[in-house]
């Protein structure tokens, strides 16, 4: 299995530039990783194919099977006697797991810039369905249409939903009267902040695109953010009546509808009914998909690989698994 380096990041057979461990043990403490998830021909059913070791630090490293590298729970068989690998929670493991130091580094930076701003206006609970709802969504995106030879961790799909897109959406509905500790009281500041955000969305998504990055994980993450903060926010500033937006001066026997205009209700209430039928069918469409499919789930939609990478260099065709024979 290699020598071990007695370091906590990988330097053997080659340098983590994110500080930490190697892919494998990534992997085999819970990274998102499709051979290990689902039943995939002419790969899981080969008992003698050869798989990295966890502790692998050398080229010509013993060995190990598809069971050791997965770690976890134990990988069964099916009724043919191949193993069925059924690690479906790795969409849930893979957001508390790094890459190294440098990859928790900046997004424990946006979740202390940003996170915490939003997390304190919506509250923990709200946050907190938004940050997992939006991790997983990107994993599930990325297990569907990812090549399966690539794994992925990190939290920057819980990230994306539960900051980026929630930020923007309270920008937009004029809930947050203090941001990042400036008052928002002109249109100017307003707009600037809402470029600064769309900048950051943007170029992020575009890095996204370049080798070694999960871009599926951040659109997933986006896209589920913005559906369950319309569904989860409080109403937005044109649903109140203008006297009773952002006062605490309400009276006591005031009704639901008293301080809200009654067909601007009707409208946002109909959005977020639609916005949570989404939600839901964005879940049960691709949990099904990989369930049925397992790894021939990216035949859906033959080009949404191109969403993760760009047609140049073949970057579009790395991550497949090959077997080759002594």
Known sequence: MGVYTKTIFQTKPYFNPMLGPSTFLEINVGARYAPCMTFISGITDLDDLEWPCPNSTSVS?????????CGLSSIKRNSSG?????????????????????????????QIMVGSTVELYIGSIRYGVIYMASGI??????????????????????LFGSCISTNLLLLLMNQNGEHYGIKIRTRGAFLLWMLASLAEIIILIFLGFLPGLD????????????SLGLVLLNDPK??????????????V????????KRPQFLIWSSVRLVMLALTILYFVFLSRNFAIKGAKASQSCKWCKYLNCLPINGWCDQGAITTTSA
């Open 253 to 260: 026997d005031a009704k639901f509808l008293d301080i809200r």
């Open 215 to 226: 871009n599926f994980s951040h659109i997933g993450g986006f896209m589920i953010g913005i």
């Open 61 to 69: 490293s013993e060995v190990c099977s598809l069971s050791e590298l």
């Open 137 to 158: 969504s990107g994993f599930l995106l990325g297990t569907n249409f990812t090549p399966i030879g690539i794994a992925s961790m990190g939290a920057s799909g819980a």
């Open 82 to 110: 191949y193993l069925q690998p059924n690690q479906w929670y790795r969409m849930i493991t893979a957001i508390f797991i790094h890459a190294g130091f440098v990859h928790i580094f900046f997004n424990f930076l946006l």
């Open 238 to 251: 044109f649903v109140y009546k203008p006297e009773f937006f952002g006062t605490d001066k309400i009276p």
